[in-house]
């Protein structure tokens, strides 16, 4: 068993394609096209108001996070404080609401989760204080109602034989049905059934926040064919525009909920976005042109211990600023001023020429089409969040809020085009597959494989054998794969041999390091299958180990190109021992331990019973 490789290991050689029949490959290869890699800008956090883009650093540092997740996430706190109580209007017959969807993916890090439960503490605090300021009156109400209870089954008893019993009874069945009794306040809710989601709206008179809803993210994103999840997206869709929603209530009664408000602030892992494309759904159904996503680059591994925590002062500005914008009273409609106006439809203007572009992108040109309208709201938040600290927010917005928000809405065009498209909903741009392939292939450091090898280790990505042609083939334009290609000469009955592909060592090698592109004429070989007359000790000058028949014999391999590889190793190692030449296989090979099989019992047959009457 032996392994010739040209000089270093990353040109390694695997002669044994040549034993399969295949032409051996030369280790000249053109170089790389590189694939286009997403280099996403950074939040803009000048666009941010002052002590909120001050908060944001502060707690991005302390937590060594990516500043983006922390930005977009208090975007989502700011914007549940204020929902269904502020309107945004920028002209006659466009008017949003202030409610916002977002979803930022990160690492899912210890780090991560405590940023996150920083942003989110004075939206807790505010919850847990309603709660426990409302127990006495509900345990009051409910008192109280219970005796109302009484006094209308006893009055409906006496109703027959006396009116006067009768128009009381009406009377109190009349007062409880204006009355209804107080029910526990929530803002935040986890993961929900559309029932369940519809019974918490009417119950907090259309507004809820859905801060922890991550199991239900592959759904809400991707769509489905289920009647069920069809019902959640539309609820959804509705909160979203603020429509008016009719909730079926139990016992026959019915509720209708004006201007119902849903904010949704996620954050979710990484792995998400590829464990979408395992589901075969109609993509259109979902809620992918909602969002307004965030990819944050990583930075583990780069992070600093022990961080200058953030300031006291910060934190407490900033509970209190999410304070005041939750005692907004509502409603409250804010206006563009002129400038603010001219300036907004100029960006529309931009925005509608990108709406041109490739049909393949139908789910990216979906959610470029609302983007102005989110990006409205979003300039609410940031106006009610400067200017909440006066008794009256003022009600016209001034121009200095729609350029922060165009910057805000340029950063949020690049993201979401690459979460779109690494979600793989425009499945005809071979790229997206070509960059999957090519991080399997770096992630396994794989030397050769055939079509059929990655098609059984993609099948996540590549439900069919068919949809990885096309990303092969831009691997191979690229100057990544070079096919082997089948010999005439090997006519095999049955189908014919899966094509072969050889890596480009340029793929394993750091950007600062390009690899030779001509060989190296020493050799190396294993010490575990060399023969008796070899040395064990690796040298890099095989002819001080080898025999000088064996050097002639290497020697003629390498001049004589006018036959065949094959024919030439068969000729030159005639007289020498038979040489096993080992493929260099990226499988993890299986333990030599087995389990040990464990005696199955038999079952124990239970006793009859019935008895025989005598």
Request: net charge neutral; charged share 25%.
């Amino acid at each position: 068993m032996q392994m010739v490789a040209w000089g270093d290991a990353a040109n390694t050689i695997d002669l044994s394609d040549e034993l399969l029949g295949y032409p051996l490959v030369t280790p000249q290869w053109a170089p790389l096209v590189p694939l286009a890699e997403h280099h996403l800008p950074e939040f803009p956090t000048y666009a941010l108001p002052e002590t909120l883009r001050l908060f944001v650093e502060a707690a991005a540092a302390e937590t060594q996070t990516p500043i983006d997740l922390a930005a977009m996430q208090s975007l989502g706190v700011c914007s549940a404080a204020i929902a269904q109580k502020v309107r945004i209007k920028a002209r006659p017959g466009l008017v949003q609401p202030t409610n916002l969807f977002l979803a930022s993916f990160t690492d899912g890090t210890l780090r991560e989760e405590d940023l996150l439960a920083r942003l989110r503490q004075p939206l807790i605090d505010l919850e847990a204080d309603r709660v426990d300021a409302a127990h006495a009156e509900i345990a009051q109400a409910q008192t109280l109602r219970r005796q109302d209870m009484i006094r209308l089954r006893l009055n409906e008893k006496l109703g027959p034989d006396g009116t006067s019993y009768r128009d009381k009874a009406v009377q109190i069945a009349r007062e409880i049905a204006e009355n209804p009794l107080p029910v526990m306040p929530r803002l935040l809710v986890d993961d929900r059934t559309p029932q369940h989601i519809e019974t918490l709206l009417a119950e907090q008179n259309g507004r809820l926040a859905c801060f922890f809803g991550e199991g239900a993210v592959l759904d809400q994103f991707t769509g489905t064919t289920s009647q069920r999840q069809l019902a959640r997206h539309q609820l959804f869709r509705q909160a979203y525009r603020g429509d008016t929603i009719q909730v079926d209530l139990p016992r026959g009664n019915r509720k209708v909920l004006r201007q119902a408000s849903l904010t949704c602030a996620y954050a979710i892992r990484r792995d998400t976005i590829e464990a979408l494309q395992q589901r075969r759904t109609r993509r259109g159904r979902g809620l992918l042109d909602c969002f307004l996503f965030s990819l944050p680059s990583s930075n583990l591994g780069r992070r600093e211990i022990a961080a200058p925590a953030i300031s006291t002062a910060a934190s407490v500005h900033y509970k209190s600023r999410i304070c005041y914008l939750d005692a907004i009273e509502g409603p409250l409609t804010l206006q563009l001023d002129e400038e603010a106006r001219a300036l907004f439809e100029t960006w529309e203007t931009e925005v509608e020429g990108m709406l041109s572009g490739d049909d393949s992108r139908e789910t990216f040109r979906a959610w470029l089409d609302r983007l102005p309208a989110n990006m409205l709201r979003v300039a609410g938040v940031l106006h009610c969040y400067a200017g909440c600290v006066v008794p009256d927010i003022p009600t016209q917005v001034s121009v200095d809020v729609i350029r922060s928000v165009i910057e805000i809405g340029r950063y949020l065009i690049s993201h979401a085009e690459a979460v779109l498209g690494t979600m793989h909903c425009h499945d005809a741009n071979p790229v997206d597959g070509a960059r999957y392939l090519a991080q399997w292939i770096k992630q396994h450091r794989i030397r050769v494989f055939t079509r059929r090898e990655a098609h059984q280790r993609s099948r996540a990505r590549f439900t069919y054998v068919e949809q990885i042609n096309a990303p092969l083939a831009e691997l191979v334009r690229r100057g990544y794969l070079r096919v082997v290609e089948e010999p005439s000469d090997n006519k095999r009955p049955g189908r014919p041999l899966t094509p072969r592909y050889h890596v480009n060592p340029a793929v394993f090698a750091p950007p600062e390091e390009v690899p030779e592109e001509t060989p190296d004429p020493s050799f190396e070989y294993e010490t575990d299958s060399l023969p008796s007359d070899v040395s064990n000790t690796p040298t890099a000058n095989p002819t001080a180990a080898q025999p000088a028949a064996q050097e002639r014999n290497l020697a003629s391999v390498t001049s004589d190109t006018n036959q065949p590889v094959g024919s030439q190793l068969k000729e030159s190692n005639a007289t020498q021992p038979s040489f096993e030449y080992e493929t260099i296989s990226h499988k993890p090979t299986a333990s030599p331990l087995k389990p040990r099989a464990i005696p199955r019992r038999k079952p124990r047959k239970l006793p009859n019973k019935r008895r025989r009457r005598k």
